[in-house]
């Protein structure tokens, strides 16, 4: 157990649709970042947050978005949905800016139909 | 930019055999380089990573990799695999000055009795 929780674990949704994914970091960790893997992509990164504010952005589609909370949990709202969206959803985190001791919550895996 | 290239997508092997499992990179900085497992349904789990220094660096599991600058290499080995290492394996590359990991396709590695 990593100590990163990630709700929900599954999610199923039809296209057109929007969801939000949730992510609360180890204690203490005050980065949080989102990766989607996919069949087709692989492993991906799509966004970082350090304490509430935008770190770093990669492959991360307009109808996708983050944010971090007071409490440093962070939410992933995926909207507009496609097939090819169909992917698990990881959350990691780390203490500081860097990734280098990033931990990864199990993912949440959504399914759009 | 940089790129990661594991050359095998599927390594299959005996118990008690020793393995390595190949990674390339591409990077027009220096880098940190790190390998992750992921067991069937669960997040990734960090392995071992090079940040400097040595360039033999040995990980959790009995898992060891070398950084070899010349060959833009970072292959990952272990004398004798378990059933229980039966896993995905990704290599991923950070450079310097980016703040993000770039993964490789990943290598299913398939232990059996």
């Known amino acids: 157990d990593s100590g990163v929780t990630q709700t929900p674990k599954h999610l199923i949704t039809a296209t057109g649709q929007r969801v939000t994914l949730r992510c609360s970091p180890r204690?203490?960790?005050?980065?949080v970042y989102w990766y989607q893997q996919s069949l087709d992509q692989g492993l991906q990164f799509l966004i970082q947050?350090?304490?509430?504010?935008?770190?770093a952005k990669g492959n991360i589609l307009e109808r996708f978005s983050a944010q971090q909370f007071p409490d440093l949990h962070s939410e992933l709202n995926l909207s507009s949905l496609e097939l090819g969206d169909s992917a698990l959803y990881f959350c990691?985190?780390?203490?500081?800016?860097?990734?280098?001791?990033?931990?990864f919550g199990p993912g949440t895996r959504l399914t759009v139909t | 930019a940089q790129s990661v290239t594991q050359l095998d997508s599927q390594v299959p092997v005996f118990e008690e055999a020793p393995v390595e499992l190949r990674c390339n990179y591409s990077?027009?900085?220096?880098?940190?380089l790190f390998w992750y497992v992921q067991y069937p349904n669960q997040g990734l789990q960090l392995l071992l990573k090079?940040?400097?220094?040595?360039?033999l660096v040995k990980g959790i599991n009995g898992f060891e990799a070398e950084f070899n600058k010349s060959q833009t290499s970072f292959h990952l080995r272990k004398p004798s695999v378990h059933i229980s290492d039966t896993a995905e394996y990704f290599c991923?590359?950070?450079?310097?000055?980016?703040?993000?990991?770039?993964f490789g396709k990943g290598t299913m590695l398939l232990v059996s009795p």
């Open positions: 990691a985190s780390s203490v500081g800016l860097t990734l280098e001791d990033q931990y």
């Open positions: 204690s203490g960790d005050l980065s």
């Open positions: 947050y350090y304490n509430g504010e935008e770190r």
């Open positions: 990077s027009s900085v220096s880098v940190y």
């Open positions: 090079y940040l400097s220094g040595s360039t």
């Open positions: 991923a590359v950070k450079g310097s000055g980016y703040s993000t990991l770039t």
